[in-house]
T-cell receptor
Framework: GQQLNQSPQSMFIQEGEDVSMNCTSS?????WLWYKQDPGEGPVLLIA?????ELTSNGRLTAQFGITRKDSFLNISASIPSDVGIYFC??????????????FGQGTRLTINP | KAGVTQTPRYLIKTRGQQVTLSCSPI?????VSWYQQTPGQGLQFLFE???????NKGNFPGRFSGRQFSNSRSEMNVSTLELGDSALYLC????????????FGEGSWLTVV
């Protein structure tokens, strides 16, 4: 199925470091969403981006909607142990009569060494 | 405000059986969609329901079906289960308005043996 190209696939960092991950696509999206998923749980929404070029922050998280609408990045500053998990980008596709579906990246697994 | 609620959380079924999963969306959310998550394929869209009508469908065989009730609660059914159907099934809900966002439940873990 259609997927976004998310990188890196995994990251091993020290506590306190900054983290950056991104997603690219050959398709244009009108909305980008970033989710975090902990083991055995569903994805939790972190940030939603609605306009090309939009830069949005949520605490230590910052995300941007690429100007071409084909990419997005997520930055985490000063990482802490609870940031461990899998991060997913998702692009929202709109169809006829209001239909919508999310297309997901493959995920970035973040591991933090204390 | 309660989030998206899915039941059951865990279940084990045998090949050939069928399974029904349930989802209660966030209050006020009328759109419900379902996703399958597996290690190999990642998160894949199954279908979306709005006002008791299927509005969008992913590339899954006809064994996968769903429905939505007048109170926006939704169920999905998988018939004639195969080993490859083992996955985390996620339900998501959203409010019908511009700029809306999509919220997920904790998922139902299905193991087919």
């Amino acid at each position: 199925g259609q997927q976004l190209n998310q990188s890196p696939q995994s990251m091993f960092i020290q506590e306190g470091e900054d983290v950056s991950m991104n997603c690219t696509s050959s398709s244009i999206f009108n909305t980008w969403l970033w989710y975090k998923q902990d083991p055995g749980e569903g994805p939790v929404l972190l940030i939603a981006l609605y306009k090309a070029g939009e830069l949005t922050s949520n605490g230590r998280l910052t995300a941007q909607f690429g100007i071409t609408r084909k990419d997005s990045f997520l930055n985490i500053s000063a990482s802490i142990p609870s940031d461990v998990g899998i991060y997913f980008c998702a692009g929202l596709l709109r169809g006829i009569q209001g239909a919508q579906k999310l297309v997901f990246g493959q995920g970035t697994r973040l591991t933090i060494n204390p | 405000k309660a989030g998206v609620t899915q039941t059951p959380r865990y279940l084990i079924k045998t090949r050939g059986q069928q399974v029904t999963l349930s989802c209660s969306p966030i209050s006020g959310h009328r759109s419900v969609s379902w996703y399958q998550q597996t290690p190999g394929q990642g998160l894949q869209f199954l279908f979306e329901y709005f006002s008791e009508t299927q509005r969008n469908k992913g590339n899954f065989p006809g064994r996968f079906s769903g429905r939505q009730f007048s109170n926006s609660r939704s169920e999905m059914n998988v018939s004639t289960l195969e080993l490859g159907d083992s996955a985390l099934y996620l339900c998501a809900s959203r409010r019908e308005s511009s700029g809306n966002t999509i919220y997920f439940g904790e998922g139902s873990w299905l193991t087919v043996v």
